[in-house]
């Protein structure tokens, strides 16, 4: 574990295995990078791989206020300044989806593919708003375990809360490990965020769309907001939300292979 005080005033706690092609893995909500624990060795294969803690989650600072996606994306950029990163394959799980797509926005230049991991351009509507508000107070008052128990279990399929309980395990552990202050800012956050759809239909790097079948969270009808010829769209079969942990050999795969094609491309 790495950590770093970046000019954005938070400090930034980090994990990063391989070397080559840099490729940034940004977590989902009450996560950190321990969800990505058996997907980044198998990516490591393809680059050098850097699994970031959001601010307010694992081992980073957290502070008091809404975390926008746009603030949440300049750390980014600043932790990318830190590593001397001028351009990185960018790759973000729900949360790290809207915060993936926010740097896309304001730093396009810093890319050479984007993925989205179970995650949307879409904003929220009434009734998730809504829920981000009741989370906010569900943390303030019942504290961050009592949600993250609550939380945790929509994030999988049937199957996994069946046959794989430790998953579900691991992934309470990582989350309790989030700050109040994060899990309530990043809500905020996430409540406030815009359509960014346009960002999807702007950008003409290589963009992967990684969905999960069985995805409670993310409906059907979210999951592909855009089709183009630079856009790779793909469902990850038996699995929900949480596919790098689910299912993480085919999780790891479609990513590799959609960076391998994008070289291949880029070569010829």
Not at 93 to 107: C, Q
Not at 193 to 215: H, M, N, S, W
Request: hydrophobic residues 40%; glycine residues 10%.
């Amino acid at each position: 574990m790495i950590k770093v005080k970046l000019s954005t005033g938070t400090t930034i706690a980090y994990e990063e295995a391989g070397s080559g092609h840099p490729i940034v893995l940004l977590h989902g909500y009450c996560g950190s990078h321990r969800y990505w624990d058996e997907a980044m060795p198998l990516l490591a294969a393809q680059g050098r791989v850097i699994a970031p803690d959001l601010r307010g989650h694992g081992a980073s600072s957290a502070s008091e206020g809404v975390y926008t996606m746009e603030q949440l994306a300049d750390d980014l950029a600043a932790l990318l300044d830190e590593l001397k990163l001028s351009r990185v394959n960018l790759i973000g799980h729900s949360l790290g989806g809207y915060i993936a797509l926010a740097f896309a926005d304001k730093y396009p230049e810093r890319l050479l593919a984007l993925g989205l991991a179970h995650s949307t351009s879409f904003p929220d509507g009434e009734a998730a708003q809504a829920n981000r508000l009741k989370a906010a107070d569900t943390i303030r008052t019942k504290g961050i375990a009592a949600f993250v128990d609550d939380l945790i279990p929509k994030l999988f399929a049937d199957s996994s809360r069946t046959d794989k309980p430790e998953l579900l395990r691991k992934a309470k552990e990582i989350g309790y490990e989030t700050s109040a202050d994060g899990a309530v800012g990043c809500a905020l956050g996430m409540r406030e965020r815009p359509d960014r759809g346009y960002v999807l239909e702007k950008l003409d790097l290589p963009i992967l769309l990684l969905a999960g079948q069985l995805d409670g969270v993310i409906p059907p009808e979210k999951r592909f907001p855009v089709s183009k010829i630079n856009v790779t769209a793909i469902t990850l079969e038996g699995v929900a939300h949480m596919g790098m942990m689910e299912d993480p050999q085919a999780f790891a795969g479609a990513i590799g292979t959609f960076l391998e094609q994008k070289r291949v491309k880029d070569s010829v």
